[in-house]
T-cell receptor
Framework: DGGITQSPKYLFRKEGQNVTLSCEQN?????MYWYRQDPGQGLRLIYY???????QKGDIAEGYSVSREKKESFPLTVTSAQKNPTAFYLC??????????????FGSGTRLTVV | AQKITQTQPGMFVQEKEAVTLDCTYD???????LFWYKQPSSGEMIFLIY????DQQNATEGRYSLNFQKARKSANLVISASQLGDSAMYFC????????????WGAGTKLIIKP
């Protein structure tokens, strides 16, 4: 079955460490997105990519980095510059729509905690 | 200005009752789509229902229906015969044709179904 796989499900980071969250999709979707969600809050866009080797900053890109070397993969690195990284991270993908009718498919998320 | 507004941070509803979750939106694009997603406590985002701006009829998907009032820029989600498993966060989102393919998200409504 097609879908999006995020790993790991839980991740613990020490102060000053970089960590990388994995996101892989086999839906042949062109666009991929990373969101951050704090408890009880909505989704905030970190980065998105519509094509291989190209990506754009979202609303809260500072302290994060991404790469898109393959269509299927869009890993997110949380760097030591991100001062408050404890949050729930969601990866999503979508077709590049001809109209407005294409929503996102989401992964199951990674819960990152700074220890 | 907020493009998607969900005015109900939280709601309690008795099991088996119908529930309406409010969503208003703001756009000058004549072509847009509206989406509702459910997020249970496990964290994954589940697509529920979609309404296109040119659709003549309100969208329905099983117990979910979308009360689309275009002139009022309102796209409320109606859940009939609520069940305990409906307890979750619910997010309204919009895609405009001229939006670089991104979904714009509301802040969400936390729905709790009481037995």
């Amino acid at each position: 079955d097609g879908g999006i796989t995020q790993s790991p499900k839980y991740l613990f980071r020490k102060e000053g460490q970089n960590v990388t969250l994995s996101c892989e999709q086999n839906l042949n979707h062109d666009a991929m997105y990373w969101y951050r969600q704090d408890p009880g809050q909505g989704l905030r866009l970190i980065y998105y990519s519509q094509i291989v080797n190209d990506f754009q900053k979202g609303d809260i890109a500072e302290g994060y980095s991404v790469s898109r070397e393959k269509k299927e993969s869009f890993p997110l690195t949380v760097t030591s510059a991100q001062k408050n990284p404890t949050a729930f991270y969601l990866c999503a993908s979508s077709l590049i729509p001809q109209g407005t009718g294409y929503g996102y498919t989401f992964g199951s998320g990674t819960r990152l905690t700074v220890v | 200005a907020q493009k998607i507004t969900q005015t109900q941070p939280g709601m309690f509803v008795q099991e088996k009752e119908a529930v309406t979750l409010d969503c208003t939106y703001d756009t000058s694009d004549p072509s847009y789509g509206l989406f509702w997603y459910k997020q249970p406590s496990s964290g994954e985002m589940i697509f529920l229902i979609y309404q296109g701006s040119y659709d003549q009829q309100n969208a329905t998907e099983g117990r979910y229906s979308l009360n689309f009032q275009k002139a009022r820029k309102s796209a409320n989600l109606v859940i009939s015969a609520s069940q305990l498993g409906d307890s979750a966060m619910y997010f309204c989102a919009m895609r405009e044709m001229d939006s670089n393919y991104q979904l714009i998200w509301g802040a969400g409504t936390k729905l709790i179904i009481k037995p």
